[in-house]
């Protein structure tokens, strides 16, 4: 007697050509094995050692897709824990690292962190566009510094309020060794918009991250 059927390896590689492997989920894993099961050939049939090995596999296919599952989900809650902690920060007086600030009421003002004492320290503001408006010197203390600037550019001309400005520093010590860390900002949070992701606050007119807050003023 002849008994005929269908090459088990065969059979699975067919029924798993026919799912993108990117959507896969657990059915159809299980839909694979059972599919091996019933077309395998009865001279050649699967041995106990592979098929428990294969229901190891499903197993730990499953407990996978779980563990996905519950990240996503812890994922998505963590982002609106952070959202609804960065609410709080509206009104507060914040200090942030970002050199980039908006010109209010005729001016503007920065604040930067040197590492040690500096010698020598150039400031250089620039409008939106990159171009330099205005260049002059600064404090060189060892800790916070800061820098008010009257909104004016190099040759004495009030600009308009509204414009994004950002501080460039340079700041060196009598060996010539760069001791600038970082500039910041201070004001008063007024806004949160989260429709990039992360959650960015907006301080004196100019979007910060809410990770780039390092400190509550008031």
Do not use: C
């Not at 952070?82 to 709080?88: E, I, K, R, Y």
């Not at 590492?115 to 060189?140: C, E, L, Q, R």
């Amino acid at each position: 007697m002849t008994v005929s059927g269908t090459n088990s390896a065969t059979s699975s590689s067919n029924v798993s050509s026919s799912l993108p492997s990117s959507t896969i989920s657990s059915q159809d894993f299980l839909g694979l094995l059972v599919s091996e099961l019933r077309n395998q050939d009865p001279m050649n049939a699967t041995s106990v050692t592979d098929f428990i090995n294969q229901m190891t596999a499903y197993t730990n296919f499953s407990q996978q897709q779980s563990i996905n599952s519950n990240l996503n989900a812890l994922a998505g809650a963590f982002s609106s824990l952070v959202t609804l902690n960065s609410v709080n920060y509206i009104g507060h007086v914040v200090e942030a690292k970002t050199d980039t600030a908006e010109l209010m009421n005729g001016s503007a003002t920065f604040g930067y962190s040197l590492s040690g004492a500096a010698t020598d320290v150039s400031i250089t503001i620039k409008n939106a566009a990159g171009k330099t408006v205005w260049t002059g010197t600064g404090s060189g203390q060892a800790g916070s510094n800061t820098f008010a600037w009257d909104g004016k550019d190099s040759d004495g001309n009030q600009l308009l309020d509204g414009g994004q400005y950002t501080i460039g520093v340079t700041a060196t010590d009598a060996a010539g060794n760069s001791v600038f860390n970082y500039a910041t900002i201070t004001g008063t949070v007024t806004g949160l918009d989260t429709s990039t992701g992360a959650p960015s606050l907006t301080v004196n007119g100019a979007p910060v991250s809410v990770s780039n807050i390092i400190g509550v003023l008031s």
